[in-house]
């Protein structure tokens, strides 16, 4: 189906461990991001993409890693998960740098124990 | 500086009647876009509106309408005739054009929780 994929849709992980979160998205947007959403705070961005190897750090960058090796996925990775990194994280593309809306994947809810 | 402000964490309206969500803004640029999106309780993020800060006509979408006041750096969401179903929370954000650094990233608001009742 064409659209923005995102795997798992659920994920409970223990402190100290790798998490990698999977967007994949079928229209060859350029433009893609990722944000957490935590009650108090809104959607605040993690990180963004212009293009495949084009990647830079948003508000909230600590303890994330992005890459993108082809243009429809963006992975990102929790190098040694926390606590605080419990949340709903959302992947979103856009086909223009702006005066178009994103598109969000259904996220995903992550619970560090 | 918060760039997007909703005012009102939550708002109740009866099934039928309109209902206004408040949404102000704050950028020095001259081009930027103007969106809402509605979250259910499912989780998900749709895209409602969208509102070009050159468009001259406040922007329409079935029940939604965006009440565009550029002067006063305000974009409120007008839903008519609410059903059960808007029930949900709605986030204002705005986009800015690149700049450097900021690569046309979304800003949002903190939202706004509606309730629709019979």
């Known amino acids: 189906d064409a659209g923005i994929t995102q795997s798992p849709r659920y994920k409970i992980t223990e402190t100290g461990r790798q998490v990698t979160l999977m967007c994949h998205q079928t229209w060859s947007h350029s433009y893609m991001f990722w944000y957490r959403q935590d009650l108090g705070h809104g959607l605040r961005l993690i990180y963004y993409?212009?293009?495949?190897?084009?990647?830079d750090k948003g508000e909230v960058p600590d303890g994330y890693v992005v890459s993108r090796s082809k243009t429809e996925n963006f992975p990102l990775t929790l190098e040694s998960a926390t606590r605080s990194q419990t949340s709903v994280y959302f992947c979103?593309?856009?086909?223009?740098?702006?005066?178009?809306?994103?598109?969000f994947g259904n996220g995903t809810r992550l619970t560090v124990t | 500086a918060q760039k997007i402000t909703q005012t009102q964490p939550g708002m109740f309206v009866q099934e039928k009647e309109a209902v206004t969500l408040d949404c102000t803004y704050d950028?020095?640029?001259?081009?930027?876009?103007l969106f809402w999106y509605k979250q259910p309780s499912s989780g998900e993020m749709i895209f409602l509106i969208y509102?070009?800060?050159?468009?001259?006509q406040n922007a329409t979408e079935g029940r939604y309408s965006l009440n565009f006041q550029k002067a006063r750096k305000s974009a409120n969401l007008v839903i008519s005739a609410s059903q059960l179903g808007d029930s949900a929370m709605y986030f204002c954000?705005?986009?800015?054009?690149?700049?450097?650094?900021?690569?046309?990233?979304?800003?949002f608001g903190r939202g706004t929780q509606l309730t629709v009742w019979p």
């Open positions: 954000a705005m986009r800015e054009p690149l700049r450097g650094s900021t690569l046309g990233r979304l800003y």
């Open positions: 509102q070009g800060s050159y468009d001259q």
């Open positions: 993409s212009a293009a495949a190897d084009i990647t």
């Open positions: 950028t020095s640029d001259p081009s930027y876009g």
């Open positions: 979103a593309s856009s086909d223009r740098p702006h005066n178009s809306p994103l598109h």
